[in-house]
């Protein structure tokens, strides 16, 4: 079981960047994805999550992104996306997808159990 996140990088402020996270080792849309944040100094925050293809396929976005980010995924290519558009400053941190490995779940999940390496998404002003 592995999920593998991609697609960070520098941009600057309004600026849009699509994160990546590719599972190997299971199928992913019968679980929960979800995608976290944590910045230097802060708490790790949940940004986005979705349910899986086999409950109501929901999806969920903090506040904090709601009407920038949109979460989706691509079953042929067994990975979950992040969009994040009109990106801030205060969006700068490493970005971590994680699956609850509960089959059928739906957001929020009752906890996560497999945690990807992060992405670094860093937002110039």
């Known amino acids: 079981v592995q999920l593998q996140a991609s697609g960070g990088g520098l941009v600057q402020s309004g600026g849009s960047l699509r994160l990546s996270c590719a599972a190997s080792?299971?199928?992913?849309?019968?679980?929960?994805i979800g995608w976290f944040r944590q910045a230097p100094g802060k708490e790790r925050e949940g940004v986005s999550c979705?349910?899986?293809?086999?409950?109501?396929?929901?999806?969920y976005v903090a506040d904090s992104v709601k009407g920038r980010f949109t979460i989706s995924r691509d079953n042929a290519k067994n990975t979950v996306y992040l969009q994040m558009n009109s990106l801030k400053p205060e969006d700068t941190a490493v970005y971590y997808c994680a699956t609850d490995w509960a089959v059928g779940s739906s957001c929020p999940p009752k906890g996560y159990h497999y945690w990807g390496q992060g992405t670094l998404v860093t937002v110039s002003s």
């Open positions: 979705i349910s899986s293809s086999s409950s109501d396929g929901s999806t």
């Open positions: 080792g299971f199928t992913l849309e019968y679980y929960v």
